[in-house]
């Protein structure tokens, strides 16, 4: 016969401040034809113990008891195991005897989650408690319409803020569904390599809003480059860029190797020609390193490494006005016996010699120059090798 779990629990909470429960669990294997099923109820996860057991005939949908209490706690929900992992799901017929685990935390540690049926409102359909730090189960799917599409939780009725299930959470939380028209999306083709013919999947995108990136790929022996937007894998997509039409997502790989480095010669800029910063190349990937005084360290953005080739770059042209003339041995000048100077002085246009420093030499090189004397070689010609 069937008894009321709820009422067996509050019997149980009643008498567990005076009575220690130390019987041996009921053998419940010999409760008859095996047309009973059990749950064994813990109120703490330490207990060797249950406090009860509520008896339920096969495959009958169990009862949830009345929320237990505890003084200075807040009781979260209940569990299926001591770890706290699983909430027990109430709305699922027995087919077997199952235990289930009261939670119990600090009150100043529980958190809401509420869930609403849309943006608009103004009650939540349910909520439930949570531990700060936890992680949020996800809600099943909202009821829309056939010429719908549900794009997912978010935390803001504005729908700005998209719910990452696999983050803990430490703050009341509001989640409300994000349901568009199918006639307002544009979808993305996602594929696993450029050479399937057919997508993994599509990602639905609401027109004029930004497609949120993938996770990163992983391959053995490859090493995931970033997603592309054609198959030649020549033109990176832009994920910060809204979508008005439907895409293609393609990953690129690159085959991990032991990188074949190079050493390229600073290079000095002039007013006419680009120069570069002291750096290695892999000849294999093409891939830029810097050089470090313990280390060489991955350049992400290489074309940072390029000075171009405007500015006061003419060498020996150290006031930058655009011409070498008597004041850029003047400024050298003053800078050598350490006085300021205000012309916006660049070492690497005083530096005619290329020793790295502006000395008595750079000024005499200008001075030849002006007074047209021959040089070792031409002012506004770029210098290689030179010192950085």
């Known amino acids: 016969m069937k008894r009321t779990l709820s009422v067996l629990l509050c019997l149980a909470m009643l008498l567990i401040t005076a009575v220690s429960v130390g019987a041996a669990p009921v053998d419940t294997t010999a409760a008859g034809d095996g047309s009973e099923v059990y749950i064994a109820v813990y109120l703490d996860a330490d207990s060797e113990y249950p406090v009860v057991y509520a008896e339920y005939a096969y495959g009958d949908v169990p009862t949830r008891p009345e929320d237990p209490g505890r003084e200075g706690l807040t009781f979260i929900d209940w569990y299926t195991s001591p770890s706290f992992t699983f909430r027990f799901d109430f709305s699922k017929p027995l087919y077997e005897d199952a235990a289930i685990y009261a939670r119990f935390v600090p009150e100043n540690q529980a958190i809401g989650v509420n869930v609403f049926a849309s943006p608009d409102s103004d009650y939540p359909m349910y909520g439930y408690l949570c531990a700060k730090g936890d992680l949020m189960e996800y809600p099943k799917d909202p009821e829309y319409g056939e010429d719908e599409e549900f794009l997912g939780w978010y935390s803001d009725r504005a729908l700005t803020n998209q719910v990452d299930f696999s983050q803990p959470i430490y703050t009341y939380t509001y989640l ?15 594929y696993l390599d450029v050479n399937d013919t057919e997508p993994l999947s599509y990602i639905p995108v609401e027109k004029g809003k930004t497609c949120p990136a993938p996770e990163d790929l992983g391959k053995e022996d490859m090493v995931f480059e970033g997603w592309y937007s054609d198959r030649d894998l020549k033109h990176p997509f832009d994920f910060s860029k809204p979508v008005y039409e439907d ?13 074949d480095l190079q050493y390229v010669d600073v290079i000095r800029a002039t007013a006419t020609t680009d120069g570069v910063k002291a750096h290695y190349v892999c000849t294999t990937c ?20 390029i000075i171009p080739a405007k500015g006061p770059y003419l060498l ?3 006031n930058g006005s655009g011409d070498v003339e008597s004041t850029d041995a003047t400024v050298i000048q003053r800078k050598i016996i350490g006085m300021k100077i205000n012309c916006g002085f660049c070492l690497g246009a005083a530096d005619v010699n290329g020793n790295a420093k502006a000395d008595i030499i750079d000024v005499t090189f200008i001075q030849r120059h002006l007074v047209r004397m021959d040089v070792p070689f031409a002012i506004g010609e770029p210098v290689s090798p030179l010192l950085s």
């Open 176 to 190: 409300f569904p994000y349901i568009v028209a199918e006639s307002d999306l544009c979808y993305g083709a996602f």
């Open 247 to 259: 895409f293609e997502l393609f990953p690129k790989f690159t085959a991990i190797h032991n990188h």
């Open 286 to 305: 093409g891939k830029w390193f810097e050089p470090t005084a313990t280390a060489l360290i991955e350049i992400e953005d290489h074309e940072a490494w």
């Open 316 to 318: 020996g042209d150290a």
